[in-house]
């Protein structure tokens, strides 16, 4: 018993290992550089609309109304959001995406995940004038149907640890290890 138990958590880690060769890496992140212009260009709902399923489920059953209310909601917010952006003379100088650092088959081999860290840089002028830059990174987690083939999906995933991606993902390997996420102070000018 403990044998084929044995065998099958090696042969379960052989596959993940033969993943994190790339093969989906180079997939995620040319799809994570969409997100980087819609980001720039302050298109928060095209991060909204291509949100995992599972999360986006789970937004819009505790919202009331449903999906058509949750997504009007969101827009509104959003349209919020870039008033005040605007406002403030808020520019997203840059936002980066960087190498994978981790590639998985999660949901039993039905899906692939990949970790990618980001870095954005945003520029504006506090209330009282002074411009201030500040540079954030963070992680950003693409999740693609591989039976499907579907398209790939967004989770921001820098306010969530290991725990909380292991809740969605209840067979991540146990090495796993999430991009470092920092905030800080730039000097104007640089």
């Not at 290992?17 to 550089?33: H, I, K, N």
Request: glycine letters at 8%; a positive charge; hydrophobic letters at 45%.
């Amino acid at each position: 018993m403990f044998k084929n138990l044995f065998a099958g958590l090696f042969l379960a880690g052989a596959c993940v290992l033969q993943l994190q060769a790339g093969e989906y890496g180079d997939s995620a992140v040319q799809a994570a550089r969409e997100l980087s212009g819609a980001v720039k260009t302050g298109d928060m709902m095209w991060m909204i609309e291509k949100m995992y399923p599972p999360i986006k489920k789970q937004l819009v059953s505790s919202f009331p109304g449903g999906e058509a209310a949750f997504m009007k909601a969101m827009r509104e917010k959003m349209q919020a959001a870039a008033a005040v952006m605007k406002e403030r003379g808020m520019v997203v100088e840059t936002y980066e995406i960087g190498n994978p650092t981790a590639e998985h088959l999660v949901r039993n081999g039905t899906e692939a995940l990949v970790v990618l860290p980001t870095r954005m840089v945003i520029s504006m002028k506090r209330p009282d004038g002074v411009p201030v830059k500040t540079e954030n990174n963070g992680v950003l987690i693409l999740v693609k149907d591989v039976k499907e083939n579907g398209p790939w999906t967004f989770i921001d995933a820098s306010k969530m640890n290991v725990n909380g991606l292991r809740s969605l993902f209840y067979d991540l390997p146990a090495q796993v290890v999430l991009p470092p996420v920092s905030s800080r102070q730039l000097p104007v000018g640089q």
